[in-house]
Nanobody, 127 residues
Framework: QVQLVESGGGLVQAGGSLRLSCAASGRTFSSYAMGWFRQPPGKEREFVAAINWSGGDTYYADSVKGRFTISRDNAKNTVYLQMNSLKPEDTAVYYC????????????????????WGQGTQVTVSL
């Protein structure tokens, strides 16, 4: 069992930066691929970024490539999402996810198939 708690969301102006954190409980954190998904208002939840258990492989949605960076610290049971050059279209609830499948598989999974979810954190980007 894994419990995930996100933090770091908030209101930021376009062009600004935020860093999201996701703290995980459980001693098997390093076994899981970790990911970030987001759900814009009135839309489906969508993939943002994923990282494999060691941190050696990362994957990004085309819409965030070059602006967002996912990383993890297995000693702290934490995964991060550094978001730079934020745009109003990045406004969404951001969710942390954990799954025993690989990050490469996670990026193509439907939300219903993901093993564990956090409660979400709101990110709002204003003009």
């Amino acid at each position: 069992q894994v419990q995930l708690v996100e933090s770091g969301g908030g209101l930021v102006q376009a062009g600004g930066s935020l860093r999201l954190s996701c703290a995980a409980s459980g001693r098997t954190f390093s076994s899981y691929a970790m990911g970030w998904f987001r759900q814009p208002p009135g839309k489906e939840r969508e993939f943002v970024a994923a990282i494999n258990w060691s941190g050696g492989d990362t994957y990004y949605a085309d819409s965030v490539k070059g602006r967002f960076t996912i990383s993890r610290d297995n000693a702290k049971n934490t995964v991060y999402l550094q978001m730079n050059s934020l745009k109003p279209e990045d406004t969404a609830v951001y969710y942390c996810a954990a799954d025993l499948r690989t990050a490469q598989v996670m990026r193509r999974m439907s939300a219903r198939a993901i093993d564990y979810w956090g409660q979400g954190t709101q990110v709002t980007v204003s003009l």
